[in-house]
């Protein structure tokens, strides 16, 4: 098999992954580097409030950090085009063609699927990005442990007792998931074993609630505020996010560095549940 090497092996190869995406077929190869982790970096503690609106907020920084956009405005009309197209084709292949889908209908779904894989990439670039400008420059890393599954549960409800604001509900689900939280996890704590730092996943109850100055909790300091924090007790103000990175970071600090989730010594071994995403986990096997 012909393939195009984009960057050295370093070391024994032990396996080797085909795959395949929007934008053609992949090889990757799971390489035994002899890696083990680095020593403790004592570097500065820091706490990372993930967000929706703000990727990421930093407790050290004063500005959110954002994805930029995933598609540049012309892409988005193309994408806009390309489903309208699919939908048109989609219905004559009903009318006319028995269901059976046109060499056109599955150009324009590979069309579709090139231009979503570009879109993911780049999400995935800037995750990437961000998890390793954290690990890289931080001793103790304080992030929310957050139950993905639970947070982006669907509205939908039963039969019997339909949910409200179903379609509200997906979108902000959308915003979650664009933001790749599990993966970000997984990054940050294989990321920190490669560059000496620690990860300390905190409890999330009432994170955004609670004061960074005076460390009351009351639901009132955010009340009406949206993204402003204004603490009733002491009248401390600071965007809202910021003050849950904050918290976050105090109480990373109290867990005192005893890491609960970085540094498993063997890890379990995951089957890949899509197809695309078997490379990623073999890839960032090598720098494992
Ligand atoms: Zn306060």
Known sequence: MRFRLSRGMGGTVRNATVSRD??????????????????PNRKSVCGVDFGVAASAYVSTETAPRRMPSTLTAAEQARLRHLEQKKARQLTYARKHNGGRYSKRLRETIAAIAK???????????????????????HGLIGIEDLC??????SARGTLDRPGMNVRAKAGLNRGILDNMPGERRRQLEYKARLHGAEVVAVSAFHTSQTCAACGRVDPESRKGCGRLFACVHCRHEDDADHN????????ARRTGGSVINSTRSTRTVRVPAQRGRRMRETRSAICR
């Open 22 to 39: 929007g934008n053609g077929w992949h090889i990757s190869f799971g390489v035994h580097t002899g890696f083990k982790a680095a020593e």
């Open 115 to 137: 231009l979503k894989t570009r879109q993911a990439n780049r999400r995935l670039d800037f995750t990437h990005k961000l998890t390793t400008d954290l690990a890289k420059n």
């Open 148 to 153: 993905v599954t639970g947070m982006t549960r």
């Open 244 to 251: 849950a990175s904050l918290e976050i970071e105090a109480r």
